[in-house]
């Protein structure tokens, strides 16, 4: 039986790519989808259209508007990089289930007192939605928080609010993500101990730039490396 000799209190868990799969799931959905509108209006196939998207992504980043690039490219009118990007993000998320490991993970967690927080970023009733679908609610955490840049509430000062309610100190935090320039550089500018999870197309990207960004304390592969001995019960002593 593990014992939890940490003196952590708080995890924070980021939702997309680091509970499920969604650049494997959601995000090709939604190119594919799209694919067939753009196919139409620079008359191409449909394979074509969504190829066309992976290489603007891998050739300006995932951080850009890839429709606004399709949109200038093709000298589209302005507005459909909007109606694009809209279609892409109101994708059908049925099917979506949780990494294998997840449940049992946060189980265990809970059931040794730790105060379980999960905070996603985006439009907040589709990523409501999603938590529906993968069976979360409120059964796993303490609570469930959405975050938009667009109406500045960002992580980072969500992150500080969590800490304040719940009397945690920034090294008796962890937060667990897949982006390097959004929850996890919110956790480090607070001292909070980061845990990069290995997925997805955020973490590719970050490969690419290591050298660009900050490091996180730990990476991991699985939700469930949390819980062995030499990251949990260490956690603080070892940091990077």
């Known amino acids: 039986m593990l014992r939890y000799q940490s003196k952590i209190k708080v995890f924070i868990f980021d939702l997309d790519d680091t509970l499920y799969d969604c650049s494997g799931t959601l995000v090709l959905r939604g190119r594919r989808k799209v694919a067939k509108t753009i196919a139409g209006l620079i008359n191409c196939s449909e394979e074509k259209a969504f190829q066309l998207q992976l290489k603007i992504e891998e050739k300006y980043g995932i951080r850009t508007n890839i429709y606004e690039k399709i949109v200038e490219l093709y000298n589209l009118p302005t507005t459909y990089a909007k109606e694009l990007l809209d279609e892409f993000i109101h994708v059908d998320i049925t099917n979506i289930t949780l990494f294998p490991d997840v449940m049992n993970t946060l189980i265990q ?10 905070v996603s970023s985006g439009d907040e009733v589709i990523q409501r939605r999603k938590i529906a679908v993968l069976g979360l609610k409120d059964n796993y955490f303490d609570e469930i928080l959405i975050t938009d840049r667009n109406n500045g509430y960002t992580k980072n ?5 969590i800490m304040q309610r719940y009397n945690s100190k920034p090294g008796e935090t962890v937060c667990v993500g897949d982006k390097i320039d959004d929850e996890l550089a919110a956790g480090k500018f607070l001292g909070v101990i980061t845990i990069m999870f290995e997925h997805g197309r955020h973490f590719k990207a970050y490969l690419k730039e290591q050298d660009k960004h900050i490091k996180p304390d730990y990476f991991i592969k699985h939700i469930k490396d949390i819980l062995k001995l030499n990251i949990l019960n260490n956690l603080q002593a070892n940091r990077i």
């Open 109 to 118: 967690l809970k059931a040794h007192g730790y105060k379980l927080i999960l």
């Open 157 to 161: 000062i969500c992150f500080k609010e």
